[in-house]
């Protein structure tokens, strides 16, 4: 296991907003591409560190009357990439590896929200980089000789930021995140297939 490695996955991703009364719950799609480096520390103890950097489509929408006054309120929250940077530490056994995964992430969101006071319609639009934490653990398999799959879990957690709203003022929101992704590794020089991987 103790090679250079790129690979992609691809998965689901939902999130949740807090405030999280009548906010939208984004959910949707997550694909990527991912590069590592994994170092034996001792016949079965593995430290790494990877890279992921993924294109999501995780979004929702809602929308509430609001009658005094009159008024049509409309929210949307979308995720649409995601880049993390982790440690790894596992441990190897045969042909599988267990693993821990912790370190920073970077998200890419945007909301949009709109009000229609009548007869003027107000829309307020916030394109920003959330940055926040991650942690998670999976297992990984070897399949072939250069080849392995894995399946991840990960919490994300985005520190509060700072978005605009219909009645002119700066609003923060605070959201976690939580995906499951399948993927397929390449190994540089391949992986050792014995019994004790």
Request: charged residues 15%; neutral net charge.
């Amino acid at each position: 296991w103790a090679r250079l490695y790129a690979g992609s996955t691809s998965g689901f991703g939902a999130v949740h907003l807090k405030p999280g009364a009548g906010a939208p719950v984004p959910s949707g799609g997550i694909s990527g591409l991912q590069f590592g480096y994994n170092l034996l520390a001792s016949r079965h103890l593995l430290l790494g560190i990877e890279v992921d950097a993924a294109r999501a489509r995780i979004e929702d929408s809602v929308s509430k009357l609001d009658p005094t006054p009159a008024d049509l309120q409309a929210d949307t929250v979308r995720l649409d990439s995601l880049v993390t940077l982790r440690g790894r530490l596992g441990y190897a056994f045969d042909r599988s590896l267990f693993y821990v995964t912790a370190g920073a992430t970077w998200a890419d969101v945007h909301v949009k929200s709109a009000s229609s006071f009548v007869a003027a319609p107000v829309i307020a639009t916030t394109d920003t980089i959330a940055r926040g934490w991650v942690v998670g653990g999976g297992i990984e398999q070897a399949l072939w000789p250069n080849w392995s799959g894995k399946l991840e879990y990960q919490f994300i957690h985005l520190n509060p930021f700072d978005i605009a709203d219909t009645n002119g003022s700066v609003a923060r929101l605070r959201a976690d995140a939580q995906t499951i992704r399948a993927g397929l590794n390449w190994h540089l020089n391949g992986l050792g297939m014995g019994t004790d991987g």
